[in-house]
């Protein structure tokens, strides 16, 4: 099947710093990119969508001036949460989508990223 | 509001038994059914979909899931359980379409823990 892959698979960083989680599809084009969190032993909360090139669609809620996404190619995505606090440690994963107009495509999903803040 | 129920937060199976995952869904119209899997600190991985035809959708590692329209129930299903099938498992929908002609977002249930045991 096709692969998501996402770097680093963890970090921990002091509060107020910034960090970028990148999330590559390997082996296909991703034409839409999904962030989402998973807090401990609950289900993932959708974050944003992102479609290559456009400005990423955040869910409401989100704020998009801390969650900063950036789609630049088919096979690469970015988050980066700015002036990270605490209250942001969480499991970040990454999934992407191919193109297509048929919604029953499914998406990858990557390994996930474990954000502390200190 | 769309929506996706698991009601079991675990369940326990003895190993070589059969079991059943159950999931229900709230969505308009007839979504694309999607099962998924979580091991510790990883993404999720896809296990079958459900998009049209036969009601018994036949997965990876041995999995089924059986779409029931008038119970709106998409339960994942496995003749014989063993001890590495223990996880998170996650129910997905996904609608069919939705006004703007984009794709619809894929909403989760909040996850069954499978604990399978020796």
Redo the contacts between chains.
């Keep these: 099947g096709a692969v998501v892959s996402q770097h680093p698979s963890w970090v921990i960083c002091k509060s107020g710093t910034s960090v970028k989680i990148e999330c590559r599809s390997l082996d296909f084009q991703a034409t839409t990119m999904f962030w989402y969190r998973q807090f401990p032993k609950q289900s993932l909360m959708l974050m944003a969508t992102s479609n290559e090139g456009s400005k990423a669609t955040y869910e409401q809620g989100v704020e998009k001036d801390k969650f900063l996404i950036n789609h630049a190619s088919l096979t690469l995505s970015t988050l980066t949460v700015t002036s990270a606090h605490p209250e942001d440690s969480s499991f970040y994963i990454c999934s992407a989508r191919a193109g297509g107009t048929g919604g029953h495509n499914e998406q990858f999903f990557g390994p996930g990223t474990r954000l502390t803040v200190l | 509001a769309q929506s996706v129920a698991q009601p079991e937060d675990q369940v326990n199976v003895a190993e070589g038994n059969p079991l059943t995952v159950k999931c229900t869904y709230s969505v308009s119209g007839n979504p694309?059914l999607?099962w998924?899997v979580q091991y510790p600190?990883?993404?999720?991985?896809?296990l079958l979909?459900y998009?049209t035809g036969d009601n018994l959708v036949k997965g990876s590692y041995g999995f089924e899931a059986e779409f029931n329209k008038s119970q709106t129930s998409f339960h994942l299903k496995k003749p014989s359980a063993l001890v590495s099938d223990s996880a998170l498992y996650?129910c997905a929908v996904?609608?069919?379409?939705n006004f703007s002609g984009g794709?619809?977002?894929?909403i989760?249930?909040?996850?069954t823990r499978l604990a399978v045991h020796p």
């Design positions: 694309y999607f998924y600190n990883r993404g999720l991985q896809f979909k998009i996650f996904r609608g069919r379409r794709y619809n977002k894929l989760f249930g909040a996850g």
